[in-house]
């Protein structure tokens, strides 16, 4: 079991203070790959001045110029940001991180990923201990202004096992501007729900609700769809809403990089404007002129989600710290899980391309299992043909059965890594030609209090 410190205390709002010399034209091109950046530079402001009389792409080389940068990572193949949403000055707990993602790009392969970690989340903090994730970007500040996204990047990377090579900073009323500033984003929301202790920017509470179905959120509500954390109808945990967030912003890129957007010079000064005081990052220009060339070779439409969470073939589990706080903890002590996860993360888009046909049974007397881990998988990429209960409910371990004889090894492997199993080979019965991997779910994936 992990010791957990009990927390300290974080430091207080430090105002309004200077973002530095480089802003994000859209942090949420960079969540998806891409982005366009502007400078508040002597230069940028001639090049601003005669914008209309360029095409968006002509305006960002005049901007910074240069064909030859290359990113930290991309001689390595992948380039590695973390994206940080804090509430801001006028919040309490202005430095504590809502939104934690990490987002990487490989290059070789034109491939993106999205990462996200639930703030719970107990890691070791460089100078602090072990502390909740969503703390580290607060810690950090105490150091000095824009450090916390530094010590946060220093951390998370040591966790999940790779270099975090740049980072942005987003406040929530930076979030809900851009989203106004494109006139909306359009979500299909599965099932509706409630949260009836929403924060108001009072520290008070409210309650907020959302229908199921198609609509298009301004940027009040979409930042209330990502934020809520006490929904119903399942939708009041922090996997819920790291999915909503990827919802979120995986629609806005349709937004984003629509022509209506880009070759729109007023639109894209507006949303200049108003990000210029809502972004910090440690992108220079000429990196995010390289990012854009990078960006518009990915595959934009077949972007892989994770989100690390405690359902069943989860990598967490929930426990309660020394002062009672709810606190999230890796299965694996040593973090080796989720480096694994991360690690193979861009292996995901393999396991679609084989679309092998998986079947998923409950071994065990917990109801409601299969459906559960059926669903997990689906959202891994894999696609799961059915799912229904076992033959016998008293299956102490989980086992994978693969009916291909090999002819579809990446899907064998991620099963493998994701249950820590060995697959046995077996002959396809004659009745269920259709299946080819059979997995049986024992109690050993099951929480430990049940």
């Known amino acids: 079991m992990?010791?957990?410190?009990?927390?300290?205390?974080?430091?207080?709002?430090?105002?309004?203070?200077?973002?530095?010399?480089?802003?994000?034209?859209?942090?949420?091109?960079?969540?998806?790959g891409g982005g366009l950046w502007?400078?508040?530079?002597?230069?940028?402001?001639?090049?601003?001045?005669?914008?209309?009389?360029?095409?968006?792409?002509?305006?960002?080389?005049?901007?910074?110029?240069?064909?030859?940068?290359?990113?930290?990572?991309?001689?390595?193949?992948?380039?590695?940001?973390?994206?940080?949403?804090?509430?801001?000055?006028?919040?309490?707990?202005?430095?504590?991180?809502d939104t934690i993602m990490v987002a990487s790009l490989k290059p070789d392969t034109k491939q993106v990923a999205l990462i996200s970690l639930p703030r719970d989340l107990v890691i070791p903090i460089p100078g602090f201990g072990l502390k909740k994730i969503n703390s580290a970007n607060a810690y950090g500040e105490t150091r000095g202004l824009?450090?916390?996204?530094?010590?946060?990047?220093?951390?998370?990377?040591?966790?999940?096992?790779?270099?975090?090579?740049?980072?942005?900073?987003?406040?929530?009323?930076?979030?809900?501007?851009?989203?106004?500033?494109?006139?909306?984003?359009?979500?299909?929301?599965?099932?509706?729900?409630?949260?009836?202790?929403?924060?108001?920017?009072?520290?008070?509470?409210?309650?907020?609700?959302?229908?199921?179905?198609?609509?298009?959120?301004?940027?009040?509500?979409?930042?209330?769809?990502?934020?809520s954390r006490h929904g119903t109808n399942g939708e009041g945990?922090?996997?819920?809403?790291?999915?909503?967030?990827?919802?979120?912003?995986l629609a806005l890129k349709e937004k984003l990089l629509s022509p209506a957007t880009y070759l729109n010079p007023s639109l894209a000064l507006r949303l200049y404007r108003n990000l210029s005081n809502s972004i910090e990052t440690n992108f220079g220009a000429s990196e995010a002129t390289r990012l854009v060339q990078l960006a518009r070779e990915v595959d934009l439409d077949n972007i892989i989600t994770r989100v690390f969470d405690t359902s069943p073939g989860g990598l967490l589990q929930e426990t309660i710290g020394p002062d009672g706080a709810y606190l999230l903890i890796p299965n694996v002590p040593d973090y080796s899980e989720l480096q694994k996860a991360v690690r193979n993360i861009f292996d995901v888009s393999e396991v679609t391309r084989e679309a092998a046909q998986l079947v998923v049974e409950n071994g065990t007397s917990s109801a409601g299992l299969a459906e559960t881990v059926s669903t997990s998988l689906t959202i891994q990429g894999?696609?799961?043909?059915?799912?229904?209960?076992?033959?016998?409910?008293?299956?102490?371990?989980?086992?994978?059965?693969?009916?291909?004889?090999g002819a579809k090894p990446i899907t064998r492997q991620l099963l493998e890594s994701l249950f820590l199993i060995k697959a046995v080979e077996l002959e396809p019965a004659t009745n269920e030609s259709d299946i080819e991997f059979r997995l049986i779910l024992g109690t050993d994936r099951l929480p430990a209090n049940e």
Not at 190 to 215: A, I, M, R
Not at 237 to 249: E, K
């Open 2 to 32: 992990i010791a957990i410190n009990p927390e300290a205390s974080l430091p207080p709002s430090a105002g309004d203070v200077n973002r530095g010399k480089f802003f994000l034209y859209s942090l949420l091109i960079i969540l998806i």
């Open 38 to 97: 502007l400078s508040r530079q002597p230069n940028v402001q001639a090049v601003v001045m005669e914008w209309n009389e360029h095409s968006l792409w002509e305006n960002v080389k005049r901007l910074v110029g240069g064909d030859d940068i290359k990113l930290a990572g991309e001689d390595e193949g992948r380039i590695n940001i973390l994206v940080l949403g804090q509430g801001g000055a006028k919040h309490d707990g202005p430095y504590l991180t």
């Open 146 to 227: 824009e450090q916390g996204a530094v010590l946060a990047g220093d951390a998370i990377g040591a966790v999940l096992g790779i270099p975090i090579h740049y980072y942005a900073r987003l406040s929530f009323s930076g979030f809900a501007q851009v989203i106004d500033d494109l006139g909306g984003v359009p979500i299909t929301i599965e099932q509706g729900f409630s949260d009836p202790e929403y924060p108001t920017d009072t520290n008070g509470l409210t309650t907020v609700s959302f229908e199921s179905g198609w609509q298009i959120l301004n940027g009040q509500r979409a930042l209330q769809y990502v934020r």
């Open 237 to 249: 945990s922090d996997f819920a809403r790291a999915r909503r967030q990827q919802q979120v912003i």
């Open 382 to 405: 894999f696609k799961v043909l059915r799912y229904g209960n076992a033959s016998h409910q008293n299956f102490p371990r989980t086992i994978l059965y693969d009916y291909t004889g």
